[in-house]
């Protein structure tokens, strides 16, 4: 019994130990230096000579790359700013062209409005030629006609007859009241109300007429055939004595004078009082109530 278990135990032994093994010597395949042998078997394995050289290689390339590109890129830089200078200067003779055009289009606009300027003040000249006809011929139409048949001495005024003759001024006015006329004759002597002549204080002239309550007319004059008025600068005024409402802005009081020389023509004087003030018959150039004045002969 013995002996036949230790042969089975034998047996077994000789049957493990007579199993395949690897070789001592490797196949050319199989060689341990190849990598494609690890490979095969999933071992580990070191890269091969081969393999490093490619990484250096590929570094090299990029060392290579980056020093291209900080010469490169410079130079790219240097060109980008030349070209900028070069459109720049392009653009600045652009603008000057433009200006030179621009001064030409000015000059052409000023002698338009040159020409514009000229019509205008022709057009202003007849503005004030028409406006002078329509106020002489308004001042024209205030007559009312005389209810008496006037002297050949005398000429019909606002439907009264005043005396004419060498010299003749007489006063109308815009609303009821009591208007005065005064006169300073050119050797300093008045005429009014208060000194109506004729006589050696008035020059011989002479008040023929005095409206204390409408509209006029007040009438000074020297006949024919009384002695030639003084010669030299007369001052004519208007003194509004007593106005209800008085003289105001809102209500002013317009007068106006008629001057009659028999060696000129006719004068006109219009004036707006728009103050109730008055000069006490004073009347010279200096005056508040001052209508205008004129010469004789």
């Known amino acids: 019994m013995a002996t036949a278990n230790r042969t089975k135990d034998v047996q077994s032994y000789t049957l493990v130990s007579t199993a395949p093994s690897l070789p001592s010597t490797p196949l050319s395949r199989e ?13 580990a394995w070191l890269p091969s000579t081969n393999c490093t050289c490619l990484s250096s290689l590929l570094a090299g390339l990029a060392l290579i790359a980056l020093l291209a590109m900080s010469i490169v890129i410079p130079i790219i830089v240097t060109l980008s700013t030349m070209t900028n200078e ?25 002698t338009s409005t040159s020409t514009t300027s000229t019509t205008s ?27 008496t048949v006037c002297t050949s001495q005398e000429t019909c005024e606002a439907g009264v007859c005043v005396g004419i003759g ?68 007369y001052y004519v005024c208007f003194e509004p004595y007593k106005f209800n409402p008085n003289a105001s802005l809102s209500n002013p009081i317009t007068a106006t004078v008629k001057v009659r020389r028999s060696t000129s023509t006719t004068l006109y004087f219009t004036r707006n009082f728009t103050s109730p003030q008055r000069d006490h018959y004073v009347c010279d150039y200096n005056s508040i109530t001052l209508m205008g004045s004129f010469t004789y002969p």
């Not at 720049?88 to 030409?104: A, E, P, R, V």
């Open 31 to 43: 060689d341990t230096k190849d990598d494609y042998y690890y490979r095969r078997r999933g071992k």
């Open 86 to 110: 070069m459109s720049s200067t392009t653009n600045t003779t652009s603008i000057m062209t433009s200006s030179s055009t621009t001064t030409s289009t000015s000059t052409t606009s000023t």
């Open 121 to 147: 003040t022709s057009t202003t000249s007849t503005s004030t030629t028409s406006t002078s006809t329509i106020t002489t011929t308004t001042t024209a139409t205030t007559g009312i006609s005389c209810a």
């Open 166 to 233: 060498y010299l003749s001024c007489t006063l109308t006015w815009s609303r009821p009241g009591d208007g005065d006329l005064v006169l300073r004759t050119p050797n300093n002597r008045v005429i009014y109300w208060d000194e109506p002549g004729p006589s050696f204080w008035t020059d011989q002239g002479s008040l023929d007429v005095d409206d204390k309550n409408t509209t006029g007319p007040e009438n000074i004059f020297w006949s024919n055939s009384s002695s030639v008025p003084p010669s030299g600068t």
